[in-house]
């Protein structure tokens, strides 16, 4: 049998963790539930989980700060929630490396679909035909599709979020070819995927940052004006 999904619910108001914590137990997750970030931590420290949804609002030390701690050692997808609809924190959040973003109030069917759809993706590394994944190369880099890697010239690796890595792989596997947003979203993260437009620019500036010798003159990803981005490098399979 597959094991359930192993959520961790992050929040400092103890009826959303017991509202969330029953609605996706109902629906065959494990769940477990933290009110600030050390417990959150406490609870990484102990056993695995398969995915995090982290509230910004916390008292002591917020949402945005302890997604950028998590970053810097774990690819634990993520998925923010906020009661400001402030459009400036979803970008934020994505810069930081969160997967997803959902303003409250939510219907919580409406964060069932997120959660799945992330577990999705994060479970890619899970290909049962790893020789239908290949490793790409472009350029210096190797991005290894079964691993979800991505390594230098130098073998180190590049950490990336999962968004990062999928939008990555889209303009990998489709290489010199202009690429609206709707397009590089739906090959990203899946056409039911509810998303605000400047999402696709805040990976694509990530992806940059890691990629570009000079992200502000980009080579390898390039913006095509009213048109979308253009992945500049030959593509091998290996």
């Known amino acids: 049998m597959t094991p359930m999904p192993h959520l961790l619910v992050v929040d400092d108001d103890q009826d959303i963790l017991t509202l969330l914590g029953t609605f996706l137990r109902k629906h065959q997750h494990r769940v477990s539930t933290a009110q600030d970030g050390a417990a959150m931590f ?42 400001m609809a402030d459009h400036t924190d979803r970008v934020v959040g994505l810069e930081i490396g969160a997967d997803d973003y959902l303003t409250k109030p939510f219907d919580q069917r409406e964060l069932l679909a997120r959660v799945k ?24 880099w190797i991005l290894d599709v079964t691993r979800r890697e991505l390594r230098a010239s130098d073998s180190s690796l590049v950490p990336l979020s999962g968004g990062e890595f999928d939008l990555l792989l889209s303009f990998a596997e489709h290489p010199q070819r202009v690429l609206t947003r709707d397009q590089l979203m739906d090959m990203a993260r899946g056409p039911d995927h509810a998303a605000f437009d400047r999402s696709i620019d805040v990976q694509v500036s990530r992806l940059r940052a ?29």
């Open 117 to 140: 759809a992330v577990l999705r993706r994060s479970n890619a590394a899970d290909d049962p035909a790893p020789s239908l994944r290949p490793s790409l190369r472009f350029g210096s």
């Open 210 to 238: 890691k990629l570009e010798e000079d992200p502000r003159n980009p080579t390898l990803i390039r913006t095509v004006r009213n048109g979308g981005y253009l992945f500049a490098s030959a593509v091998k399979r290996s």
């Open 42 to 83: 406490a609870i990484l420290d102990t056993e695995p989980v398969d995915l995090i949804i982290l509230d910004i609002m916390l008292q002591h030390e917020d949402g945005f700060s302890l997604c950028q701690r998590l970053r810097a050692t774990s690819r634990v997808p993520v998925i923010m929630l906020s009661a």
